[in-house]
């Protein structure tokens, strides 16, 4: 997600011209007590010792998954061991985040003693009394049910984001109807036109909490959320770098002219339930295509530094 086509197109020549070097990013694995149990997280810090306070990117997984699992696949890992940021990668309990309104694998709605907001402050908590961490640079994303989790987490959340983004992922009904921070904050979603299990025109679920809101009308409840008004400050595309992969892209961004507050969507024409720039790990009849046209941890991250810090 990029504010401007000039960035775009720079950011994407980098990208065409980058040879993928050895990354040694150290990751160290911890846990903090929460509800009686204890739950698991990892930091992941450049190999360097950084001279200053660095950003930090909380990475929520997709159901079923871990944070790390997820660790060297999301493709965070190279900007980590440049410098850039530092990550937190927590586990959710059995793989899924306990998201209000969210089904859980086996069906059922999570109670209310599912506390994965509370965890997710403790971990945080945990890497900001560690590592060297700017506390007004704090982002959050999530893939999936990460972006369910992150949606959720956001405006529960006792700490300040700059940015939040979500990757194969819209909302649920309870998730986009709650979603209303108290202070300004930038939000992007990425998306695939065709992912079987978001749906980009929405789907409805038996309970209407759980209904799968379509984007368009997800992006018109966040336009009034963030006070950006109906006229999009860009509109522009990342190129279509890989003309084999049956996806191209439109990305729009509206902001806010009081709080600055941006809202993006980068919307992935074609693309599946696969991150972009991510492998073809069930075949394009189960979760539809693979985008290649760019690397989601990459535009998430600009779309983040580009972010004015939040105090």
């Known amino acids: 997600m990029f504010p401007n086509l ?27 007590q929460h509800e009686g149990k204890a739950r698991t997280y990892h930091v992941q810090t450049p190999n360097a010792a950084p001279t200053g306070n660095l950003p930090l990117v909380v990475v929520l997984h997709g159901g079923g998954g871990s944070g790390k699992a997820v660790v060297g696949s999301y493709g965070f890992t190279p900007m980590v061991d440049r410098g850039e940021f ?9 793989g899924s985040w306990a998201v209000g309104g969210v089904p859980l694998g086996d069906g059922k709605l999570p109670g209310p003693d599912f506390d994965d907001v509370g965890f997710v402050d403790k971990a945080i908590d945990a890497a900001l ?16 049910r990460g972006g369910h989790m992150t949606q959720y987490f956001v405006p529960r959340s006792k700490h300040r984001f700059a940015a939040a983004g979500v990757v194969i992922n819209t ?20 998306i695939g036109t065709e992912d079987p299990f978001m749906p980009y025109a929405g789907k409805p679920h038996p309970d209407p909490r759980a209904d799968l809101m379509g984007v368009e009308a997800i992006m018109a409840r966040y336009r009034g959320v963030l006070q950006t008004g109906e006229t999009p400050a860009v509109e522009t595309n990342l190129g279509d770098r ?12 509206w902001q806010s002219s009081s709080t600055g507050a ?5 919307k992935v024409i074609g693309g599946g339930h696969v ?5 073809q790990y069930l075949p394009a009849s189960a979760i539809g295509r693979a985008c290649s046209d760019f690397r989601h941890a ?6 983040f530094k580009e972010a004015k810090p939040r105090t």
Do not use: H
């Open 6 to 32: 000039k960035t775009a197109t720079l950011a994407l020549a980098a990208l065409s011209l980058a040879v993928a070097p050895a990354y040694a990013a150290k990751v160290a694995s911890a846990s903090v």
């Open 86 to 94: 530092i990550a937190l990668y927590p586990d959710a309990i059995k």
């Open 129 to 144: 009394a560690q590592y060297p961490i700017d506390r007004s640079r704090i982002f959050v994303t999530g893939a999936s």
């Open 171 to 190: 909302g649920t009904r309870n998730v986009v109807d709650s979603f209303n921070p108290a202070y300004p904050i930038d939000f992007g979603m990425i």
């Open 242 to 253: 890989n003309r084999r992969d049956g996806c191209t892209n439109s990305y729009t961004v």
């Open 262 to 266: 941006r809202l993006a969507l980068l």
């Open 275 to 279: 991150v972009p720039g991510g492998r």
């Open 298 to 303: 990459e535009v998430m991250w600009q779309f």
